[in-house]
Protein backbone atom coordinates (compact mmCIF):
# COMPACT_ATOMS: atom_id res chain seq x y z
CA UNK A 1 0.00 0.00 0.00
CA UNK A 2 1.50 3.41 -0.69
CA UNK A 3 2.25 5.54 2.16
CA UNK A 4 2.18 9.17 2.25
CA UNK A 5 4.11 11.23 4.87
CA UNK A 6 3.34 15.03 5.76
CA UNK A 7 6.30 16.44 7.83
CA UNK A 8 5.26 18.66 11.01
CA UNK A 9 5.46 19.05 14.81
CA UNK A 10 2.57 18.07 16.62
CA UNK A 11 0.98 20.45 19.10
CA UNK A 12 -1.31 23.76 18.50
CA UNK A 13 1.85 26.16 18.70
CA UNK A 14 3.42 24.53 15.66
CA UNK A 15 -0.30 24.69 13.61
CA UNK A 16 0.05 26.47 10.07
CA UNK A 17 3.72 27.13 10.52
CA UNK A 18 6.09 27.41 7.21
CA UNK A 19 7.52 23.89 8.89
CA UNK A 20 4.26 22.32 8.99
CA UNK A 21 3.75 22.40 5.43
CA UNK A 22 3.76 18.68 5.17
CA UNK A 23 1.40 18.63 7.73
CA UNK A 24 -0.86 21.22 5.89
CA UNK A 25 -0.71 19.20 2.53
CA UNK A 26 -1.98 15.59 4.06
CA UNK A 27 -4.75 17.76 5.96
CA UNK A 28 -5.84 18.88 2.06
CA UNK A 29 -5.42 15.23 0.93
CA UNK A 30 -7.49 14.00 3.43
CA UNK A 31 -10.33 16.40 2.74
CA UNK A 32 -10.14 15.63 -0.42
CA UNK A 33 -9.98 11.82 0.00
CA UNK A 34 -12.87 11.17 2.35
CA UNK A 35 -10.53 10.59 5.21
CA UNK A 36 -12.70 11.03 8.69
CA UNK A 37 -10.75 9.16 10.83
CA UNK A 38 -7.75 8.99 12.66
CA UNK A 39 -5.62 6.99 13.76
CA UNK A 40 -2.38 6.82 16.28
CA UNK A 41 -0.11 4.01 14.59
CA UNK A 42 3.33 3.37 14.72
CA UNK A 43 3.70 6.92 16.35
CA UNK A 44 1.90 8.80 13.81
CA UNK A 45 -1.91 10.04 13.01
CA UNK A 46 -2.77 7.81 10.55
CA UNK A 47 -5.92 7.60 7.76
CA UNK A 48 -7.47 5.94 4.92
CA UNK A 49 -8.43 7.49 1.63
CA UNK A 50 -9.29 6.61 -1.46
CA UNK A 51 -7.73 8.44 -4.55
CA UNK A 52 -9.32 8.08 -7.77
CA UNK A 53 -6.41 7.59 -10.73
CA UNK A 54 -5.98 9.08 -13.59
CA UNK A 55 -6.99 5.49 -15.22
CA UNK A 56 -10.48 5.90 -13.00
CA UNK A 57 -9.34 3.54 -10.67
CA UNK A 58 -9.76 4.05 -7.11
CA UNK A 59 -6.82 3.42 -4.82
CA UNK A 60 -6.58 3.40 -1.01
CA UNK A 61 -3.70 5.09 0.26
CA UNK A 62 -2.12 6.16 3.94
CA UNK A 63 -1.86 9.46 4.36
CA UNK A 64 0.11 9.95 7.84
CA UNK A 65 1.20 13.08 10.20
CA UNK A 66 4.57 12.03 12.67
CA UNK A 67 3.92 12.40 15.83
CA UNK A 68 7.39 12.89 17.28
CA UNK A 69 8.85 16.05 16.24
CA UNK A 70 10.59 16.74 13.02
CA UNK A 71 14.01 15.89 14.07
CA UNK A 72 13.04 12.25 15.16
CA UNK A 73 9.90 11.73 12.50
CA UNK A 74 12.49 8.45 11.06
CA UNK A 75 11.43 6.47 13.62
CA UNK A 76 7.29 6.48 12.74
CA UNK A 77 8.33 6.87 9.13
CA UNK A 78 10.36 3.75 9.13
CA UNK A 79 7.77 1.72 11.13
CA UNK A 80 4.69 3.06 8.83
CA UNK A 81 6.46 1.54 5.51
CA UNK A 82 6.92 -2.20 7.24
CA UNK A 83 3.83 -2.18 8.93
CA UNK A 84 1.55 -1.18 5.20
CA UNK A 85 4.45 -3.04 3.67
CA UNK A 86 5.74 0.20 1.48
CA UNK A 87 9.05 -0.17 -0.15
CA UNK A 88 10.95 3.25 0.73
CA UNK A 89 10.81 3.70 -3.26
CA UNK A 90 7.05 3.74 -3.27
CA UNK A 91 7.07 5.96 0.07
CA UNK A 92 5.89 9.82 -0.57
CA UNK A 93 7.40 12.50 1.73
CA UNK A 94 6.11 15.97 1.84
CA UNK A 95 8.28 18.96 3.49
CA UNK A 96 9.11 22.54 3.47
CA UNK A 97 11.61 23.75 1.40
CA UNK A 98 13.95 26.57 1.88
CA UNK A 99 15.42 26.63 -1.31
CA UNK A 100 12.82 26.64 -3.38
CA UNK A 101 10.27 29.90 -4.10
CA UNK A 102 7.28 30.92 -1.63
CA UNK A 103 4.50 29.30 -3.69
CA UNK A 104 5.95 26.90 -5.56
CA UNK A 105 6.92 23.31 -5.33
CA UNK A 106 9.29 20.33 -7.17
CA UNK A 107 9.42 16.89 -6.83
CA UNK A 108 12.16 14.64 -6.98
CA UNK A 109 13.49 11.28 -6.06
CA UNK A 110 16.39 10.60 -3.79
CA UNK A 111 19.22 13.12 -2.84
CA UNK A 112 20.30 14.46 0.17
CA UNK A 113 18.92 16.35 3.26
CA UNK A 114 20.05 19.62 2.52
CA UNK A 115 19.82 20.25 6.07
CA UNK A 116 16.23 19.72 6.77
CA UNK A 117 16.10 17.47 10.08
CA UNK A 118 13.30 15.47 9.20
CA UNK A 119 14.62 14.45 6.01
CA UNK A 120 17.92 13.54 7.77
CA UNK A 121 16.48 11.53 10.10
CA UNK A 122 14.44 9.61 7.59
CA UNK A 123 17.00 8.80 5.46
CA UNK A 124 18.76 7.59 8.28
CA UNK A 125 15.80 5.26 9.82
CA UNK A 126 15.32 3.87 6.01
CA UNK A 127 19.20 3.49 5.54
CA UNK A 128 18.41 4.71 2.06
CA UNK A 129 17.90 8.29 0.15
CA UNK A 130 15.60 6.21 -2.67
CA UNK A 131 12.45 7.82 -1.72
CA UNK A 132 9.79 10.46 -3.30
CA UNK A 133 9.60 13.75 -2.35
CA UNK A 134 6.91 16.72 -2.69
CA UNK A 135 9.45 20.05 -1.89
CA UNK A 136 7.09 22.43 -0.73
CA UNK A 137 8.75 26.18 -1.26
CA UNK A 138 8.61 28.30 1.88
CA UNK A 139 12.14 30.80 0.71
CA UNK A 140 14.69 32.21 2.56
CA UNK A 141 14.12 34.58 5.64
CA UNK A 142 14.18 38.08 4.79
CA UNK A 143 16.89 40.26 5.99
CA UNK A 144 18.59 38.86 9.23
CA UNK A 145 15.69 36.63 10.67
CA UNK A 146 17.13 33.13 11.56
CA UNK A 147 15.69 29.93 9.87
CA UNK A 148 14.67 28.73 12.81
CA UNK A 149 12.10 31.77 13.75
CA UNK A 150 11.17 31.43 9.99
CA UNK A 151 9.85 28.46 9.80
CA UNK A 152 8.35 28.25 12.80
CA UNK A 153 6.59 31.53 12.18
CA UNK A 154 2.87 31.35 11.15
CA UNK A 155 3.14 33.13 7.20
CA UNK A 156 1.44 36.33 7.05
CA UNK A 157 -0.48 38.60 4.05
CA UNK A 158 0.82 38.15 0.80
CA UNK A 159 3.25 35.32 2.20
CA UNK A 160 0.15 33.15 3.70
CA UNK A 161 -1.15 33.42 -0.11
CA UNK A 162 2.12 31.90 -1.48
CA UNK A 163 1.99 29.46 1.65
CA UNK A 164 -1.55 28.06 0.75
CA UNK A 165 -0.91 28.33 -2.83
CA UNK A 166 2.33 25.80 -2.02
CA UNK A 167 0.28 23.74 0.12
CA UNK A 168 -2.16 23.59 -2.94
CA UNK A 169 0.33 22.86 -5.37
CA UNK A 170 1.66 20.28 -3.21
CA UNK A 171 -1.19 18.15 -2.77
CA UNK A 172 -1.81 17.67 -6.23
CA UNK A 173 1.82 16.78 -6.67
CA UNK A 174 1.33 14.23 -4.42
CA UNK A 175 -2.35 12.94 -6.57
CA UNK A 176 -0.08 13.33 -9.88
CA UNK A 177 2.45 10.99 -8.07
CA UNK A 178 0.15 8.69 -7.26
CA UNK A 179 -1.39 8.32 -10.46
CA UNK A 180 0.98 9.28 -13.31
CA UNK A 181 4.30 8.41 -11.83
CA UNK A 182 7.38 10.88 -11.26
CA UNK A 183 8.28 11.66 -15.08
CA UNK A 184 5.19 13.16 -15.57
CA UNK A 185 4.89 15.42 -12.58
CA UNK A 186 7.87 16.76 -12.77
CA UNK A 187 7.21 17.46 -16.43
CA UNK A 188 4.13 19.52 -15.06
CA UNK A 189 5.81 20.31 -11.48
CA UNK A 190 9.42 21.48 -11.82
CA UNK A 191 8.86 23.80 -14.49
CA UNK A 192 8.96 27.73 -13.78
CA UNK A 193 5.37 29.00 -13.11
Known sequence: MRVVVGLGNPGEEYAHTRHNAGFEVV??????????YWKNTCGALVGRGKMRRSDGAVEEVVLAKPQSFMNLSGGPVSRLCREFECPAEELVVIHDELDIDPGTVRVKKGGGHAGHNGLRSIID??????????RTGIGRPPGRMSV????????KKDA??????????????????????ISRTQEEFNRAR
Open 125 to 134: KLGTRDFLRV
Open 27 to 36: DLLADEWGVT
Open 160 to 181: ADDFAQACRLAAEAVESLLSKG
Open 148 to 155: VDFVLAVP
